[in-house]
């Protein structure tokens, strides 16, 4: 007996650390920014001056130190073997010194200039992981066979990773403007974001349902953030009570799932479903259900997409930014790679409910956006209808499918990152501005803006040479290959009719007479938010003019389950 | 597919991709112009769209008439690899005539029309226009033509929207989203048209017209139903009956130019598109859809005359005449014959210009009165005698008078009709009449009479308006005394089209019109014989 005893295994997964960098960047990061806000409250203004600038090489070097540690041949590497190292190190150093400069004139916080740091280190490792290990050896484990990487989890990882970028650049002059500064906000963004990377990653059920919570926890509290706005705080109580409930949905679905199948690792799953007939899939199709609720109501799928507009019109802006971004993009990879991925072979079961949900949310969220008088609740129906649009490319459960709601996440979540970019500057002091009248003669007070504006939301409504309307393109290639014509049909019809909603924003914007808005006091446009939105501008037209490109990442972006061998 | 693309004429400068590019460019140059000096906004764009202008001149000068039907100029490069997708263009007899109508056009209405605001916006998005508009004449591709048939929607919209008149709010979303209403559709068949055929043929994913064309691999019923989405997003285009009631409310309210460049080019997108995208890409449900589509065209010939008949407002009235003149456009093109279609595209570049004259003399009228209600209006002819004969000729060319332009388009699109469809053109031709009518009675009630209150002292052409008006003036005479250079230049690409439907389509025969005989004798044999071998004929 006793002998017996010693010979059991020790159960330690390997960990594959460099597989779990981006994770690590991210979750690290959070933690050593609210340990470090906790120790020093509050730097004197020129000190902390002084310590944004070191945050850009220290960024520089992160990032080189994070692609160095991911992988092997990261294009700086080459880059050195090419030059030699005394020419590249002093490339290195100038690179450096450009980064500090920019910090400078950016005129951003440390929590920001931190954040965004921690957020380029991130898509730094991705880059590296991506160009050395995948595309090298392919799709591995990293914890056992509990966390997957492979070329769909790491560009998700990287939307994410830029989501948490721009954001931050977008929170650091809203939090001073709303008089809400501190590391708080950054810290929750970090830690959802690092929840987002596990959700694209998941290869567990329940690794699955952590990483959602730790995205969802972390956002709850972001939208209840504006202390002084009880819409807020409204948004924050309702996407909490209501994510919570879709959080037992799915958590029971994960149970029905075990009991059909005997496991929760999606690996498992899949080799059960593929080598056993069910007599009986009663069990499993309830799973499939309850795990559709509880992903729908992350994606804002309709119905489950109630809480949307409430909570998008309350909370602070450049939340929504990231919950319309970032959440969303968490939320497909793990619809894709549960359903897609896992139950793949049962397609046929699940694709009509997938096609009866992607009918209904794109209808719901482009007619009854027609009625909104607010642009930021006009735009959480659109991003019900963008949800739509991601659920006709699921619905399709192909490569082709696959690949094109990659493409719809990378394109969306810049987008509308852009979008509610504009609309947090707009909103004037305490983020109340964005009505229609709000709108009114934007064009005429700021110019640049207004065209900014008009493109993300031309780009939304598909209109060609944006990537809106290259990700409309694939989306509806991939329903038409599998035969989904009239879903492709409903679709690009909802489009037209979401298209009035845009065309509603960009005329109060061009027709308007007011010179002056109250609201709007004319300052100049915090740099760092202009950054944000510029960025966000030259990818949606430059990738929409030259798509192929994140066409070709899309297609590479595979999910796999690789079973441990 | 390959021997069509070869035969190109070896021409190293891609002049095509210019074109396209040329405008784009100058939109650039003229956003990054500084506001302060708006006096030459309106000299840059002018110099970028004459370049343009020359460029497209260029072109029908060095196209090889005499070659085989093919595509020439050719550029080609990939765009979208992972999709199939290249950045084709190319041109032919088919769509020469339309990319000189719009070199030409658009200098013309920059040079007429001042902006009344914001110069600067204005003439970029025209020049934006202008690279849209030719992008879909050369495109052969499916995924760029259509790129380049939604990118014309949002300058337009803006001008409309901008720059209109009147509920020019309305009218500009209206335009927006009927169009993009019928592109739906077309998007879905272009996806469709590509991934079936990939499939049927086996071959890789391809978007590419001429590839898909002549591989003709989708099954009949499918055809047809991929017809009909693409004839969806044309017919609103167009715009044919019952889809085109968004085409008076946006001429009306539209600035001058946004009337001229809709009326004069836009509207030849749909015919264009029927044509290249229709006709070529899916013959068999062309000649089957072809009866719907003559019916529709006859039904908008006489619904757009007798409303233009009915308008008081001077503009709207051209508006409703150009509803009539596409409905030609249509039994031409549809009685897939060589007199009908090259009668179609003669009276798409003979509409351009005649209706692209005839909006820029309203324009001129209203900027002097104000009004365009021809109730307002009275004797113009004897303070402005002047505009009023040049009014008489454009108006005359657009009746369709003998010796003027729009006869030829118009008799060749009848004749070809006749040997096809006989009835639709019986109808149909008595749209002429009509239009004889309205424009008529309209000149009589604005020109003649006594001239009182402000309209006696209306001021007559001016010198620089003459100039802006004479190259109009010079392509109505010029093409209704001697249309042979233009015929000749489009046949072989009609001839190969044709050609190319007598193969695809089991049973179709080109219905010609020189065999048409005075009474019909065949008929009255064939009657007569028909009892005694009833099996004979199909």
Not at chain 2, 330 to 340: Q, S
Request: charged share 15%.
């Amino acid at each position: 007996m006793l002998a017996q005893i010693e010979t059991l295994p020790v159960n330690t997964p390997d960990v594959d650390w460099a597989g779990l960098l981006p994770l690590a960047i991210l979750g690290v990061g959070a933690v050593v920014l609210v340990m470090f806000r906790s120790v020093v409250k509050r730097l004197p203004a020129d000190i902390e001056t002084q310590v944004v600038t070191l945050v850009g090489p220290i960024t520089v070097l992160g990032m080189w130190v994070a692609g160095g540690y991911a992988g092997e041949n990261v294009p700086l590497a080459s880059v050195r073997d090419d030059v030699g190292e005394p020419a590249f190190y002093i490339g290195l150093l100038v690179v450096m010194g450009v980064a500090a400069l920019l910090v400078r004139t950016m005129q951003i916080g440390l929590d920001a200039a931190v954040t965004a740091g921690v957020g380029l280190s991130a898509i730094s490792a991705v880059w590296a992981l991506w160009d050395d290990r995948f595309t090298s050896t392919g799709p591995f484990n990293a914890i056992g066979d509990q966390f997957g990487v492979d070329g769909f989890s790491l560009v998700i990882t990287g939307v994410i990773a830029s989501a948490v970028v721009l954001v931050a650049f977008l929170l650091d002059d809203y939090l001073r403007r709303e008089e809400l500064d501190g590391p708080e906000m950054y810290v929750l963004m970090l830690l959802s974001a690092a929840g987002g990377v596990v959700m694209a990653g998941a290869n567990d059920l329940i690794v699955l349902f952590l990483g959602l919570e730790t995205l969802s926890i972390a956002v709850y509290v972001m939208a209840a953030m504006h202390v002084r706005r009880s819409e807020s705080q409204e948004a924050g109580l309702k996407y909490f009570v209501l994510g919570a409930f879709s959080s037992a949905f799915l958590l029971y679905g994960i149970a029905m799932v075990y009991g059909a199948t005997g496991s929760t690792n999606l690996i498992d799953i899949r080799i059960f479903l593929d080598s056993v007939v069910l007599v009986d899939d009663g069990l499993l199709m309830a799973g499939f259900a309850l795990l559709l609720v509880g992903l729908g109501f992350k994606v804002a799928a309709a119905p489950f997409h109630s809480w949307t507009p409430d909570v998008y019109q309350g909370a602070p802006t450049p939340v929504v930014a990231f919950m319309a971004s970032a959440v969303k993009a968490a939320g497909f990879a793990a619809l894709v790679r549960v359903f897609v991925v896992t139950f793949g072979g049962y397609s046929s079961d699940w694709q009509p409910a997938v096609y009866a949900l992607a009918l209904l949310t794109l209808v719901v969220g482009s007619v009854l956006a027609v009625v909104q008088r607010d642009a930021k609740r006009m735009l959480a129906y659109s991003s019900i209808s963008h949800a739509g649009f991601i659920l006709v490319g699921v619905q399709a459960s192909s490569p082709e499918g696959t690949a094109s709601v990659v493409f719809y996440a990378v394109a969306y979540t810049f987008l509308v990152i852009g979008s509610f970019g504009v609309l947090t500057v707009v909103s004037g002091r305490g983020d109340r501005a964005t009505s229609l009248d709000d709108l009114d003669g934007l064009a005429a007070r700021r110019p640049a803006l207004a065209l900014a504006f008009t493109i993300f939301l031309l780009a939304q409504a598909g209109v060609p040479l944006t990537t809106g309307f290259v990700a409309k393109f694939e989306v509806i290639g991939a329903a038409v290959e599998a035969r989904s014509y009239w879903l492709a049909i409903a679709a690009m019809v909802t489009a037209v009719v979401s298209a009035f909603l845009y065309l509603r924003i960009v005329l109060s914007m061009y027709m308007g007479t007011a010179a002056e808005n109250p609201a709007d006091d004319g300052s100049r446009i915090h740099p760092a938010a202009a950054l944000a939105i510029g960025v966000a501008l030259v990818i949606t037209l430059g990738f929409g003019i030259v798509p192929g490109p994140i066409d070709e990442l899309a297609r590479d972006a595979v999910p796999h389950l690789v079973a441990a061998g | 597919m390959h021997a069509l693309i070869a035969a190109s004429s070896g021409a190293t400068f891609p002049v095509l991709t210019a074109l396209v590019v040329t405008p784009i460019l100058g939109a650039v140059v003229l956003l990054l112009m500084p506001a302060s000096r708006p006096e030459h906004f309106k000299q840059v764009a002018f110099l970028i769209s004459a370049v343009v202008g020359a460029m497209s001149a260029w072109v029908m000068f060095e196209f090889e008439t005499g070659a085989a039907a093919s595509f020439q100029f050719v550029d080609r490069a990939d765009w979208i690899e992972g999709l199939g997708i290249s950045w084709a263009l190319g041109i032919d007899g088919i769509s020469l005539w339309l990319v000189v109508l719009t070199g030409a056009l658009f200098p013309l209405a920059i040079v007429a029309i001042n902006a009344e605001h914001t110069p600067k916006a204005y003439f970029s998005w025209i020049l934006v226009l202008e690279a849209g508009c030719m992008g879909v004449f050369l495109a052969l591709d499916l995924f760029a033509f259509f790129v380049f048939f939604e990118i014309v929607l949002v300058p337009m919209y803006f001008l409309i929207a901008q720059w209109g008149h009147g509920d020019r709010a309305y009218a500009a979303t209206k335009f927006f989203l009927y169009t993009m209403f019928g592109s739906a559709f077309m998007l879905v068949g272009i996806l469709a048209t590509a991934f079936l055929t990939a499939a049927e043929t086996g071959n890789a994913l391809t978007f590419d017209l001429v590839e898909i064309a002549e591989s003709q691999a989708l099954a009949t019923t499918t055809a047809r139903w991929i017809f009909l989405s693409f004839a969806l997003a044309f017919a609103v285009k167009v715009p044919l009956f019952p889809v085109h009631t968004w085409l008076p409310d946006a001429h009306t309210n539209a600035p001058t130019a946004g009337s001229v460049i809709l009326a004069g080019v836009m509207l030849k997108l749909g015919t264009y598109g029927f044509l290249r995208f229709g006709i070529y890409l899916f013959p068999e449900a062309a000649v089957y859809f072809a009866p719907l589509m003559l019916t529709l065209g006859t039904i908008g010939i006489l619904y757009g005359a007798i409303a233009a008949t009915m308008q008081r407002d001077l503009k709207r009235l051209v508006a409703y005449s150009s509803v009539a003149h596409l409905g030609f456009i249509i039994i031409g093109t549809f009685a897939l014959n060589t007199e009908g279609i090259e009668g179609g595209i003669l009276q798409m570049v003979n509409h351009g210009v005649s209706t692209g004259a005839l909006f820029l003399l309203v324009g001129m009228l209203y900027e002097r009165r104000h009004t365009r209600q021809i109730s307002e209006l009275g004797g113009l002819q004897k303070p402005a005698p002047i505009f009023a004969a040049v009014f008489m000729v454009v108006m005359l060319s657009s009746i369709g008078l003998p010796g003027l332009n729009g006869f030829v388009g118009e008799f060749l699109t009848l004749i070809g009709a006749f040997a096809a469809h006989r009835w639709w053109a019986v109808v149909a031709a008595s749209g002429v009449v009509i239009a004889a009518l309205y424009l008529l009675w309209a000149y009589q009630r604005v020109f003649h009479g006594p001239a009182e209150g402000e309209n006696a002292t209306m001021k007559d052409l001016t010198l620089s308006e003459g100039l802006v008006m004479l190259p109009f003036l010079a392509a109505i005479v010029f093409m209704g005394v001697y249309p042979k250079p233009v015929l000749e230049r489009m046949e072989p690409a009609v001839d190969a089209l044709i050609a190319h439907v007598e193969a695809n389509v089991d049973g179709f025969h080109e219905a010609e019109a020189d065999e048409l005989h005075p009474i019909e004798l065949d008929d009255l044999e064939h009657l007569e014989s028909d009892d005694a071998d009833h099996g004979e004929g199909e």
